[in-house]
């Protein structure tokens, strides 16, 4: 996949990463100013200390001495290496003595500490320029006479000073360069200006590696899914068994794809069976139909014809019927209605119904339940899922060793209610035949003599299901117990 | 669908005027000829709305509606019959065959309901038993069909005179059919009413009840009453 710009700006990890560069960034250069300002604060506050120990000092000396001493140390100190700013100006500004020789306009003029940093020039460094423009100024230039040491050079260098009139009305300035501090802040802002580039460059790298490794999965996993949608429903997504959000979202797709599968099969195996379960009974319907059209018979004969048609046709409806009714309530969104049933009233309605069938059939009918027996569920369905059991119960317990026997016994087993119809007959003794016979259209071949449509226990099956309940076939040594578990509660 | 029963077998309650309301022009044919074949005359709509000023304008015995139609479906044409008075016994036809869709339309002032694909010969038999003319009997204490008695109070049963003892499930299959008596009642009709159960039992499981019940009523009695209509049900007829 090609990795243009575009391409990888529309995946989500670059727009995260994207994001939380900016919001990094942003603090970083918060954090940065923030430290500036208060380091510069500081060493503001600094200088201002180191004037206020200098101006004490002249101030002793002046006292000392007056002012012809105050000019000679301050004299002094001027040409020492490194040293503060001093200048002594008369009441009009003209500069008498320092290290001074010019500065902006207006410095001196207010007593007290200068507001904002200003530029100045110190003697010797304005000697090119001067030079280079024809020097005919003075040697000691009015302060604030236009030479502008900002206009003149560009090699002003910014202070801060106290300004301080003398009792004679002369004007003392001693300041302090800020050269230091400006430096400081050069290089943070260096730092700043570097550890930003770093920052940005450092989450192209991640963004790019991380982004490519999230696109990568993403990739695979949409491929596994191109490659199911395209009908390999076998396929299933990658999971790397990293066991991250990416491995969670495969493993929960690979189970709903296996439902899936499982649930096409189902239909597959449905379709096959409707295939051949409805097909076989209309074909001979219609063989009939033909072969009745075909001979000379009498209207008897005409009639019998018919009249098979109608109950061959009659069991067909039925068949379709069942198998409509176990898909809906398969699918689950059924709204069959609910409310309370009694099971032992159901019990002994479904035992009286079968009663004489039983008794026809030679096959003692027993019941065991209690007097009632209340739970909520769908009367009509309990009863048909009671009554395709017990019919199958009948059907099967006719070749019993002993006399056929069906038990239809209620009761309640913990925080179930189970009812058991446990036949004598030969049973399913083979473990897989039992677990087979509650699906759709299954017939165990002994059984494929018997008429039936093979969904009575699939309809049965189904209905428990409805109920939340279970529909499990047991051994019972000799013959079949077929129970159905209700919870005690929560059904629907 | 199959056909109808010949008449020879069936004695009806005169005959009917059936309002069929059914949008497959083919069924609706069919029923129709279907409802003549059996004595009775059936009127066509292929709409909810013909249907409704049809059976709002005529005076007919039973109408049959289709649940789905165009135009206007079949329980909003019940429901707007029933407002406006007219209590025509209704019997729903439907594709729709979960308990609450029956229970629905029989809220909806549906009388009877029945799940298509359904056999015409159910279809008549319930028609018949809805038509308000032979229902009359819902009131009588006291049936009697030929020299047969059941009294509804006394729980009694006899028959030339002679008491029968039946079960109480026995006595009320004997009521339901003596109330429809000269009718036809199917199985499920039987199953629906006497056990209140609305589902196909695998095995006939009525015919052995209905055979109990012959047995007890007919033995040692000359003249059979319980009779089996061929691929229909059951009908008891005196005389």
């Known amino acids: 996949m090609a990795l243009s710009l575009p391409a990888i700006m529309k995946t989500t990890a670059a727009r995260l990463s994207a994001l939380y560069l900016l919001l990094f960034a942003l603090c970083a250069v918060l954090l940065v100013l923030y430290m500036t300002s208060l380091s510069a604060r500081m060493l503001t506050a600094q200088t201002q200390e180191t004037i206020n120990d200098e101006v004490l000092g002249l101030a002793r000396a002046y006292q000392r001495g007056g002012l012809p001493v105050l000019v000679r140390v301050v004299e002094a100190r001027s040409r020492q290496p490194g040293a503060n700013l001093y200048l002594i100006a008369d009441a009009n500004g003209q500069i008498l003595t320092g290290n001074v020789q010019s500065l902006e306009p207006g410095v001196i003029e207010t007593e007290g500490w200068t507001t904002e940093p200003f530029s100045y020039r110190r003697f010797?460094?304005?000697?090119?320029?001067?030079?280079?423009?024809?020097?005919t100024d003075q040697p000691t230039p009015q302060a604030?006479?236009?030479?502008?040491?900002?206009?003149?050079?560009?090699?002003?260098?910014?202070?801060?000073?106290?300004?301080?009139?003398?009792?004679?009305?002369?004007?003392?300035?001693?300041?302090?360069?800020?050269?230091?501090?400006?430096?400081?802040?050069?290089?943070?802002?260096?730092?700043?200006?570097?550890?930003?580039?770093?920052?940005?460059?450092?989450?192209?790298?991640?963004?790019?590696?991380?982004?490519?490794?999230?696109?990568?999965?993403?990739?695979?996993?949409?491929?596994?899914?191109?490659?199911?949608?395209?009908?390999?429903?076998?396929?299933?997504?990658?999971?790397?068994?990293?066991?991250?959000?990416?491995?969670?979202?495969?493993?929960?797709?690979?189970?709903?794809?296996?439902?899936?599968?499982?649930?096409?099969?189902?239909?597959?195996?449905?379709?096959?069976?409707?295939?051949?379960?409805?097909?076989?009974?209309?074909?001979?319907?219609?063989?009939?139909?033909?072969?009745?059209?075909?001979?000379?018979?009498?209207?008897?004969?005409?009639?019998?014809?018919?009249?098979?048609?109608?109950?061959?046709?009659?069991?067909?409806?039925?068949?379709?019927?069942?198998?409509?009714?176990?898909?809906?309530?398969?699918?689950?969104?059924?709204?069959?209605?609910?409310?309370?049933?009694?099971?032992?009233?159901?019990?002994?309605?479904?035992?009286?119904?079968?009663?004489?069938?039983?008794?026809?059939?030679?096959?003692?009918?027993?019941?065991?339940?209690?007097?009632?027996?209340?739970?909520?569920?769908?009367?009509?369905?309990?009863?048909?899922?009671?009554?395709?059991?017990?019919?199958?119960?009948?059907?099967?317990?006719?070749?019993?060793?002993?006399?056929?026997?069906?038990?239809?016994?209620?009761?309640?087993?913990?925080?179930?209610?189970?009812?058991?119809?446990?036949?004598?007959?030969?049973?399913?003794?083979?473990?897989?035949?039992?677990?087979?016979?509650?699906?759709?259209?299954?017939?165990?071949?002994?059984?494929r003599s018997q008429p039936g449509s093979g969904l009575g226990l699939s309809l049965a099956k189904a209905i428990m299901t409805f109920h939340n309940g279970r529909l499990d076939l047991l051994p019972a040594n000799p013959g079949l117990s077929v129970v159905m578990s209700f919870p005690l509660r929560e059904t629907h | 669908m199959t056909a109808p029963q010949p008449s020879s077998e069936i004695a009806y309650n005169?005959?009917?005027?059936?309002?069929?309301?059914?949008?497959?022009?083919?069924?609706?044919?069919?029923?129709?000829?279907?409802?003549?074949?059996?004595?009775?005359?059936?009127?066509?709509?292929?709409?909810?709305?013909?249907?409704?000023?049809?059976?709002?304008?005529?005076?007919?015995?039973?109408?049959?509606?289709?649940?789905?139609?165009?135009?206007?479906?079949?329980?909003?044409?019940?429901?707007?019959?029933?407002?406006?008075?007219n209590t025509t016994p209704v019997l729903i036809l439907s594709a729709l065959g979960e308990v609450d869709d029956r229970v629905t339309g029989l809220r909806a002032g549906g009388d009877d309901y029945l799940t298509k694909p359904y056999a015409f010969s159910e279809l008549l038999a319930r028609v018949e038993v809805l038509n308000r003319r032979a229902s009359a009997r819902e009131s009588e204490t006291v049936y009697r069909v030929g020299d047969l008695e059941l009294d509804r109070l006394s729980h009694s049963v006899k028959r030339a005179g002679r008491e029968i003892t039946l079960q109480p499930r026995e006595f009320r299959l004997l009521e339901y059919l003596m109330r429809h008596a000269g009718q036809v009642v199917t199985r499920t009709m039987l199953l629906e009413n006497v056990w209140d159960y609305h589902f196909d039992p695998q095995t006939n499981v009525i015919d052995v009840h209905v055979s109990r019940l012959r047995g007890k009523i007919e033995k040692g009695f000359d003249k059979p009453i319980l009779h089996t209509i061929r691929g229909a049900g059951y009908m008891l007829k005196g005389g």
């Open chain 2, 14 to 85: 005169g005959s009917m005027k059936i309002l069929v309301m059914e949008d497959d022009r083919e069924a609706a044919d069919y029923l129709q000829k279907a409802f003549a074949e059996a004595g009775h005359t059936a009127h066509v709509a292929g709409d909810g709305e013909t249907g409704f000023a049809l059976a709002d304008a005529g005076d007919y015995d039973v109408m049959v509606v289709d649940r789905l139609m165009p135009r206007r479906d079949g329980l909003s044409v019940i429901a707007a019959l029933r407002s406006r008075g």
């Open chain 1, 124 to 135: 010797g460094e304005g000697e090119l320029d001067r030079l280079r423009s024809g020097a």
């Open chain 1, 144 to 447: 604030g006479d236009g030479n502008n040491p900002q206009s003149t050079g560009e090699k002003g260098h910014n202070a801060i000073a106290l300004v301080l009139r003398l009792p004679n009305q002369m004007i003392m300035l001693v300041g302090r360069d800020l050269g230091e501090p400006e430096r400081f802040r050069a290089v943070i802002s260096r730092a700043l200006t570097l550890a930003l580039g770093m920052m940005g460059l450092g989450g192209i790298l991640i963004w790019f590696f991380v982004g490519r490794a999230a696109l990568k999965r993403i990739d695979s996993v949409s491929d596994a899914s191109r490659r199911i949608m395209g009908g390999d429903l076998s396929g299933r997504l990658p999971v790397t068994g990293a066991g991250d959000e990416f491995d969670r979202l495969s493993e929960n797709l690979n189970t709903m794809l296996a439902r899936i599968a499982m649930l096409n099969e189902g239909l597959k195996q449905v379709s096959d069976n409707i295939a051949h379960d409805l097909k076989t009974p209309l074909t001979r319907l219609r063989n009939r139909a033909e072969a009745t059209l075909a001979g000379r018979h009498k209207t008897e004969d005409y009639r019998q014809a018919l009249e098979g048609t109608i109950a061959e046709s009659d069991q067909l409806i039925k068949t379709f019927n069942a198998i409509l009714m176990i898909s809906r309530l398969e699918a689950g969104y059924s709204s069959e209605q609910t409310g309370p049933v009694d099971l032992a009233a159901t019990v002994s309605d479904v035992v009286e119904l079968y009663e004489p069938v039983a008794e026809e059939a030679g096959v003692a009918l027993e019941t065991t339940a209690p007097e009632a027996l209340t739970i909520n569920g769908n009367r009509e369905l309990i009863g048909q899922a009671l009554s395709n059991i017990v019919d199958n119960a009948i059907k099967y317990s006719t070749d019993a060793a002993e006399t056929p026997k069906v038990r239809v016994a209620l009761e309640r087993v913990g925080n179930e209610i189970k009812l058991a119809v446990t036949d004598n007959g030969h049973g399913i003794p083979d473990n897989a035949d039992r677990a087979r016979a509650t699906e759709r259209f299954v017939r165990l071949e002994k059984s």
